[in-house]
């Protein structure tokens, strides 16, 4: 059996019809035989595409990821209501009221930018320690904060007036609940809607053209050849300024010294975070000038 406990980066799965998000990382530490995995950005059974899983002590980046934005493509269909704001929920309310293509554009052109957003019931937000979904499942429904989200944009390519049904393509930010949009949407219009199909086409820098199947995983991982689907963490970060530091500083800063801005050749303002590699070009994780000393915020070694 490969040993691949040293494994370290992002894997660009793309998470088929059916399974949770969990079941993803269940499916690969049975191939990769390895426990830590992570993912970033969880999907709904029904949805489909890119899940970022992160590998090994790349876990510990899951949630500092800079590239916060997420691209889907969704189903939907207007008129009807279900408790899980999709089509598998169980049905509120229906309308006969027929609604023109004007009038579902100026609808979502009406959510785009900075708005206030409901998280649905059927979702992992929790409330008083426990989970809006398993809340859901006990048949309760709990009072739930709005919350800021911010929606890129909304792009309406196809739509049948007479069958009330169609495609989006959202672009958005981390926390954003495309069902959601989708029900506001309807709401706004008086007709009610729902997501009927649901597929991330992009997530924290990895791309749906570019994503793997857990069955493509498995046959590389069976032929020794997984590396090849890992992208280094580093590229998650490629925002960031880069340093270099050289043999002794390396060594001062993995035992957690600050250093002084000619130490590591670089003296800029407090709070600009850099990404950081030893002396021999390894990726050490992220930092940033504190006081006027360059410090640790998250290491990977």
């Known amino acids: 059996m490969t040993d691949n406990t040293a494994l370290c980066g992002i894997i660009n799965v793309y998470k088929p019809a059916g399974w949770t ?56 269909r207007l008129g009807i209501s279900t408790d899980t704001e999709d089509i598998t929920g169980s049905v509120i309310s229906t309308s006969p009221l027929r609604i023109s293509e004007k009038e579902l554009r100026s609808a979502a052109d009406k959510l785009q930018g900075d708005i206030m957003q409901v998280p649905p019931m059927y979702s992992a937000v929790k409330v008083d320690g426990k989970k809006l979904y398993q809340l859901a499942r006990e048949g309760r429904t709990v009072e739930r904060e709005p919350r800021c989200v911010h929606i890129d944009s909304i792009d309406i390519p196809e739509y049948d007036e007479a069958e009330r049904q169609g495609k989006m393509y959202i672009v958005c930010r981390k926390g954003t609940y495309v069902r959601t949009v989708i029900a506001d949407i309807g709401k706004s219009l008086g007709t009610g809607g729902v997501m009927t199909s649901l597929e991330r086409t992009y997530s924290g820098g990895c791309r749906i053209e570019d994503s793997h199947t857990p069955e493509e995983i498995a046959e590389a991982a069976a032929a020794g050849e997984i590396e090849r689907l890992i992208s280094p963490l580093d590229r998650a970060f490629e925002v960031y300024g880069k340093i270099s530091l050289g043999s002794r500083v390396t060594g001062l800063y993995k035992n957690g010294v600050k250093l002084r801005p000619q130490q590591v050749g670089a003296d800029v303002p407090d709070g600009q975070l850099y990404r950081v590699y030893g002396s021999s070009g390894e990726f050490l994780g992220i930092g940033r000038f504190d006081e006027g000393l360059f410090r640790s915020v998250k290491n990977f070694y």
């Open 21 to 76: 998000s969990f079941d993803v990382i269940a499916k690969l530490r049975g191939i990769l035989h390895i426990k830590r995995l992570g993912h970033a950005g969880t999907l709904d059974p029904m949805a489909t595409g890119v899940l970022p899983v992160f590998v090994g002590k790349a876990t510990k980046a899951c949630d500092i990821i800079p590239d916060t934005r997420k691209e889907y493509s969704a189903g939907f």
